[in-house]
């Protein structure tokens, strides 16, 4: 068997155990279903990028849609042809195996799904292939461009003590956990704070990240920044909401653990480009605590 390019390992080759496990996801199998049931009307044209099971394809063809089912991974090309067939749907959708980065839809389309998604849009290549897609599209079609699942991503980070011990093994590294407020290994010192969002359809960013000033609101030691993605997969503007997935929050250690009072500032930047490895954000993460205010203020005081 071919050995996987580089460009493969990195972020864009899901082993296709993966992929089932991905269908074993509830919370994230209902939120597209529900989306893609929200936007689909029969007969439209839908495009699926990086279709990987088909299981997207397969929502909207499910509503009706003519689909096209682009994945560059032969072997996911081979089983979503299963898949479809199976499923009774093939007749509904139109697979291509392809670099979604160059492909290009031979009629203009209503929809495109597409589900890249890491945590900090980090790792996967969403950006780069809305980003390509959507100049290829205008190149070739120059009418308005199709709604996008999902719609934008919202990204947010905040401080927090972190359990890094593993029945006695101290091993701090970064940690995935389901996204939910509630872990018994996280204490969060302060609201998330959203660094940056990503509209698909608008004039997607080169660069993401953050630098700025955060209070903390209890005790503790900082040793961690986690990361929170919100994708809004579909707004349902008649009903005043929207349908949203998050990808798995994201802890990622500090070099060294700062202790932290309530009401003191820290200072945090970081940056990094859409689809980076986690090395990456790592590398420029710098967090310092500021001077307090009341400390700052006694030493003015006694200067005077
Ligand atoms: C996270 S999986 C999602 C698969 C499927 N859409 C789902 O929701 O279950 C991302 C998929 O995109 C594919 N992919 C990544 N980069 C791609 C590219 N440049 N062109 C086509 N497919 C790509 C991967 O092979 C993988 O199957």
């Known amino acids: 068997m071919n050995q996987p390019t580089n460009e493969e390992m990195l972020g864009q080759f899901i082993p296709l155990h993966y992929h089932y496990d991905m269908l074993r996801d509830g919370y994230?199998?209902?939120?597209?279903?529900?989306?893609?049931?929200?936007?689909v009307t029969p007969g439209i044209q839908v495009v699926d990028l990086g279709g990987g099971t088909g299981v997207l394809s397969f929502f909207a063809a499910k509503q009706g849609a003519n689909v096209t089912y682009v994945e560059r991974n032969p072997q996911l090309v081979e089983v979503a042809r299963?898949?479809?067939?199976?499923?009774?749907?093939?007749?509904?959708?139109?697979?291509?195996?392809?670099?979604?980065?160059?492909?290009v839809p031979e009629c203009p389309v209503e929809l495109v799904t597409c589900e890249m998604l890491h945590v900090g849009l980090l790792r996967e290549k969403q950006v780069e292939v809305i980003a390509a897609f959507k100049q290829n599209y205008l190149q070739k079609h120059n009418t308005k461009l199709p709604r996008f699942i999902p719609e934008a991503s919202l990204l947010a980070?905040?401080?927090?003590?972190?359990?890094?011990?593993?029945?006695?093994?101290?091993?701090?590294?970064?940690?995935?956990?389901?996204?939910?407020?509630?872990?018994?290994?996280?204490?969060?010192?302060?609201?998330?704070?959203?660094?940056?969002?990503?509209?698909?359809?608008?004039?997607?960013?080169?660069?993401?990240?953050?630098?700025?000033t955060m209070t903390?609101?209890?005790?503790?030691?900082?040793?961690?920044?986690?990361?929170?993605?919100?994708?809004?997969?579909?707004?349902l503007l008649q009903e005043h909401r929207a349908i949203e997935?998050?990808?798995?929050?994201?802890?990622?250690?500090?070099?060294?653990?700062?202790?932290?009072?309530?009401?003191?500032?820290?200072?945090?930047?970081?940056?990094?480009?859409?689809?980076?490895?986690?090395?990456?954000l790592d590398s420029s993460l710098q967090v310092e605590l500021l001077a307090d205010a009341d400390s700052a203020q006694k030493q003015s005081t006694s200067a005077a």
Not at 82 to 90: H, W
Not at 172 to 194: K, M, W, Y
């Open 28 to 39: 994230r199998m209902e939120t597209f279903r529900l989306a893609i049931e929200s936007m």
């Open 82 to 103: 299963k898949l479809f067939k199976l499923n009774g749907v093939e007749d509904r959708i139109q697979v291509v195996q392809a670099d979604a980065k160059d492909f």
């Open 157 to 212: 980070c905040q401080p927090v003590t972190q359990e890094y011990e593993f029945e006695g093994f101290l091993a701090p590294g970064p940690i995935f956990q389901r996204p939910a407020n509630e872990h018994d290994e996280t204490i969060c010192l302060s609201e998330p704070v959203v660094y940056d969002t990503v509209w698909y359809d608008k004039q997607l960013p080169n660069r993401l990240g953050w630098e700025g």
């Open 216 to 235: 903390i609101e209890q005790d503790g030691s900082l040793n961690g920044i986690r990361f929170v993605t919100k994708n809004v997969l579909s707004f």
């Open 245 to 280: 997935w998050h990808n798995q929050f994201m802890v990622m250690p500090l070099d060294l653990p700062i202790p932290v009072k309530k009401g003191q500032q820290i200072r945090l930047a970081f940056n990094y480009q859409p689809g980076d490895e986690l090395p990456v």
